[in-house]
């Protein structure tokens, strides 16, 4: 103790205090600590809280009984998130994949394989690393199999910076829903 202290007070060290203090107020651990986060990577049945959520949960009805211990437990949990964030992270994912390296490939279509042949043919999908091209007409699809196909490859592959690997031609209209 210095001379200059309150003899009332205690000699305990800050980082004593701040442990009590945790221990005494458990929310302190956040808003949210009654979320039940351990199983959450599990479905269905494997969804059930852990030892320690279901005895966290047990305690609460217990201090609070049976009427409001479900109304104090949510109100520790995390809210439900609602469907549209679901899908707007999905959707997120989804178009940060492939989708703007295709769109680029769209745009830039006639400089990289030509006017001529850009006119006939369309990139219409992007699976792993390659490209699938609808072409218009049967006969020029054979052509560009055999004659073409390498050169138009080389072509994409450095506009993509070798992003794209090969190219498949697909025939006009046979394409499934969803590509």
């Known amino acids: 103790m210095t001379p200059n202290s309150d003899p009332t007070e205690s000699p305990v060290t800050p980082r004593r205090t701040m442990a009590r203090q945790k221990a005494q107020n458990p929310v302190s651990a956040g808003p949210f600590w009654l979320d039940r986060k351990g199983n959450r990577h599990r479905t269905h049945e494997g969804r059930r809280p852990t030892r320690l959520e279901q ?7 217990a201090w609070f009984g049976e009427t409001l211990a479900p109304g104090e437990i949510t ?11 679901a899908i707007d992270e ?22 990289v394989v030509g006017s001529d042949l850009a006119k006939a043919t369309a990139p219409v999908a992007l699976r792993g690393k390659t490209l699938h091209v609808e072409v218009k007409n049967v006969t ?24 794209v690997q ?14």
Do not use: N
Request: charged share 30%; with cysteine; hydrophobic share 35%.
């Open 75 to 85: 109100a520790r949990q995390q809210p439900a998130q609602p469907i549209s964030a």
């Open 140 to 163: 020029l699809q054979y052509v560009l199999e055999r004659e073409r196909k390498a050169d138009l490859e080389k072509a994409v592959r450095t506009f993509t910076d070798a992003q």
């Open 90 to 111: 999905v959707i997120y994912d989804l178009a940060r994949q492939r989708v703007p390296l295709l769109d680029q490939v769209r745009l830039h279509w006639p400089q």
């Open 166 to 179: 090969s190219i498949r031609f697909v025939p006009s209209g046979r394409r499934r829903p969803g590509e």
């Open 55 to 61: 005895r966290r949960e047990d305690c609460m009805q």
